[in-house]
């Protein structure tokens, strides 16, 4: 009792429904020390659902209604509220971060397989998302691997020339799998002196992450607090687009600025206040009034008749008939999550050829790319007409195009470069990434092409224009095309068509 | 009645007063379908002030609350909420694309002249507003039509030398035009299948669109939905930035950017969410302690005392002694909301000469300068002293003059590019605005200088110091001076003065 | 009384509470006027604490929740609340800019030694932060005095040269003294025609200005308003991060777009909205559940039991081990806040030599180090443990150390454009900032380098890596390294590596 009223105390003053469900013996007993170890912790936790609501409640609501997506939950779980007990010690026996812990057989990293104790769709749906995949994805690609070896390697001078140091896990950590996801593993057991007294803990490694693809003590892949922030697992906050603009903002991949100054982001910042962001399901015109990332592309939707107008998805992609974050080009989405396997033509790990040609066996084709427009295109027309939709979908489509030509250009003229050799490519066993000019040309692509196909995606035209896209995508071709002509003069090398 | 209670079951749960005047039958009759058709089309409206009031309700307002400016509305139309069928059968004699719908004459695209029935005095102001000319202020320009050719065209490779293909309707549709406007025709008419069975459209071309100078198929120009977005009508959004943000925030124009960083900005970040967004007046103090862009462009603001601090305007320019947006050298305002009928000194369509004299016969005199000035000053002088404004007054005129002195510089570089040769410019009949080194001139002004100028004019100076400011300005003189001194080198070729 | 009623007239309309002390009748004389000549500044500070409490009643609240620190107050302050006069007649004989003003002796520029009146401690620990030197740091320090003169300075050609015309005061008020705080000195006085009749006024050099570190007309430091703005002095204000962003939003120091990004970011956009920005002490988990700049930088913390997390500080830097701003090396924080005084190794007025080494003299030592660790983690550690915090500190050490290896090799290079003259540096009595290379080399450690490293403090790792940090950084080496190369052909120079 004296542990309720504290931890009552420490909720936040906006208004939140009493207490429905007891928190059991195990999560009080956590509380009785977390409470003032971590506040801030266990307050997020307090002003949760978890903290309210217990499975058995979450199924009594209607289908539509409800959160949670198993059929049956352990009956030790079923009546009281989800607390620290509950999610920390599930599953121990594929835990190798398990440890002893005050009488408990605890766990720090709580995972998806843990999560899909009450959500296994959720899970089994994110588990066909690209993101689950995004270590392997990453880490498992020669050729990415190389392009962050010469983004995060220190480089040093010798002889004259630029080397590099490979770059350390830490470094990695730091950058590309603070989204991308870390390897997540026990390295050992330490003691540490706490103000409970001496106590042994798991040393981790890659630890802390919350990255999309982290590769979990358990095996399983992805972390569910990515989005739902822990230990709060808000659905407002999942809804809003800050929490995708954590990894989704860099020139790569533009589109919370995009979206900001898009009519949707606008209406979003300007009366957005006046939404609500928790209701399940989620009614178009009664609860919100225009898109946020989410509900284009995760959430279930549905109409003021209570019709669905989109099922709820955690595997994104089938909303998404095309991938226009150009690798190097826009393409019809990859069949598998796990894009590691792909190769191109050429061999290369890549969905499309240094010339365009996508690697077509990898990628869905015409007919399921139909079937996921019309799946995403039902989201568009609860507030648009179909001539609005179309309209918009086939500037979207010759903007995808045209953004692919461009880089067809910008790539033609660097492969005259490794062909005259004033640059060195892959017929030099060398990487197509670690030269200035190779970084010029990516930016094409990467950066400029990803920013247009995006922009036009999404209605924020500005931003692709000025902002990030065509000025820069027309003025980079420009650029190539001078350095090119300067090089092959000062060395005196030709290629077939620069002159 | 069934239908009010369906449209109620739609509204946002946040408070709104009840239906006061009743829906017109033909627009009860449009929601029958559109309804469930477009539920969150309908919900923006019914949550919306024109869903509520009447023409002759608002007439009964005081004349500073009143939002309407007509002195007389059409009986058949007074008496009603302002509906999809009020607005979507207006002049049908006017509008190309009216048709036959369900026994009604309806057209698709509403235009100002549609909003004058009941506000003519704003359609009328906005007439001389430079931004309900902006398409004709783009495409009637033949250097502007260039320099769109050189930023969307296709560029490919042909004999070693780039080519450029002219960018295609949908892709100028799917840049410039989003914001300027497009050219909305209609094409001819279409069956299409719908829920309803096989029905008869317009095909539009340009569709969709919401840019400030839209032409539309009644031959009027502009949109009033790019601010006030459709059909929620919100004068709360208009109030808001993040409206203005949508085509004012690239680095040609990054107005949002810098009010961001401004105290002002700052302001209306932190404790914006205390004000009074809907409240016509505007009453300074009780309902804003801050500016926002509409505050000091476009609203009727009152003091305390209900004394008009500034008269609504939605012509703009009226408070606007200045074009800061330097084409290429900031300028007295145009006299005409019509640009494309200046020519500088030199024939060229441009405010000024490229050695930055101004093109005066186009351009308001001294005068008219003083009197903008005067008007724009009382918004500020609700909340500083004069000494305040004057110092802030005098900083921007000498930061517009530095800017345009850096410019100059730049350009006599590039002037010299042209005479020797290095470059190629009009006298060889070509384009100024197609090679990399034109294209970084240009960032000198277009870019920077228009970031350093905004930045003084609206207090976010530390976005025109590195943001996209003067660091940048100064670099990159001094990288066309470099580029010079080489190309001169590499070639041979002298110029005057480069050595 | 009819003052009284006037002045609640313009408040706004959200819940204050009664006025619970009365405004003294010099305060009740100045808005007599001032309520209609000014009347959002008026309504600022009626919706402000100070217009509502009086010190007596600040006073009478526990130690932790009370917003004043001096000992006693003047008796004939103590009982009003704090209105226009009793700021604004303040210390009449240390301010060279009072003059009378209807019967009374004013002065127009309220500084920190006026507020000490109520607030000495955090005057007194403002003085031993970096900002309240800003002036004097940026304007002392002859090498950022020449890197001022290259960036606001006027180029223009001479015998086919750049040359600079050193920036005028009013360009430097208009840009780094916007932030750093100008010198605010009275140059006379002057008659102006009021709506009052002729009044006589100083004139203020400098003026307007609320930089950090401003010198005032009383020869003290700072403005207290830069901050907490005038005449609100919200303390919501204060901690919302858009404050912070005024100064620190460029690419030199892109802080809050970092925490935008970050998942602290994300909470604060996302939920902040339900946050009590206003209760004193601040209570982790109950008024707040991720912290905003002010959380772990200056505000009082307390947990849920009412113990100190971390105490109030207007010094900053005493939770501050590193200076992670590089220059050009991030280092150990300065012992004074007055950086003029330091000298490297070299002589130079820089924190760290040309090759990384560290002014040591200048700088902490470990043992304060790591006490200002140690308080600053005590407000990371109210969410997270232990090993989560260790994890993430240890990542940002490692990224502080390879980025400033980064910065060496771009440094080395430079060194060899100057050893071999095609660049000009200190050895030839040139400035090491005024040439195109130069500023790109600036660019590896004053933008990039400080993005990495701000970005693993703060966890905003998406922009650490594409937005301006690690891509740049690598670029910026490989380009550098290209232009010595060509430099070098082209002018048949030698250095010592490059080839």
Known sequence: MRLLI???????????PLLAADMS???????????????????????????????????????????????????????????????????????????????????????????????????????????????GNLQDNSLYQDLVRTINGVQFLEEGQIRITPPSPGTNADSCLSCHGTRVEVKGFDSRDTEMGEMEFPVLSGWPNAGVGRINPDGSKGSCSSCHTWHRFSIEMARKPHTCSQCHKGPDVPIYKIYQVSKHGNIYSSIGHHWDFEAVPWTVGKDFTAPTCATCHVSLIVNGDGEVVAERTHQMNNRLPWRIFGLIYSHAHPKSPDTSVIKNNAGLPLPTDLNGEPASNYLIDNNEQQERRKVLQQVCLSCHTQQWVD???????????????MTLTATKLMQQAWDSGVAKGLAQDSSIFDEAIEKKWMENWLFFGNSVRMSSAMLGTDYGVFDNGRWYMAKNIQEIHDWLKTMLAVTGETSQDAK
Chains 1, 2, 3 share one sequence.
């Open 25 to 135: 013996d195990a999560t009080a007993e956590c509380l009785e020390c977390h409470s003032s170890l971590a506040p801030g912790m266990v307050a997020a936790w307090q002003n949760s659902r978890h903290a309210r609501v217990s499975p058995t409640e979450a199924w009594k609501k209607t289908e539509l209604e409800r959160r949670i997506s198993t059929k049956s939950v352990d009956k030790k779980l079923a009546a009281n509220v989800v607390g620290c007990a509950e999610c920390h010690t599930l599953n121990p026996e594929k835990h190798s971060d398990n440890f002893e812990h005050n009488g408990y057989q605890v766990h720090i990293v709580v995972t998806p397989e843990d999560c899909a104790t009450c959500h296994p769709q959720e899970v089994k749906q994110y588990g066909e998302n690209l993101m689950s995949h995004a270590y």
């Open 6 to 16: 504290l931890v009552a105390s420490l909720a936040l003053s906006f208004p939140s």
């Open 391 to 405: 309209g918009h979908w086939i500037r979207f489509e010759n903007t995808m195009k045209t953004a692919n030509e």
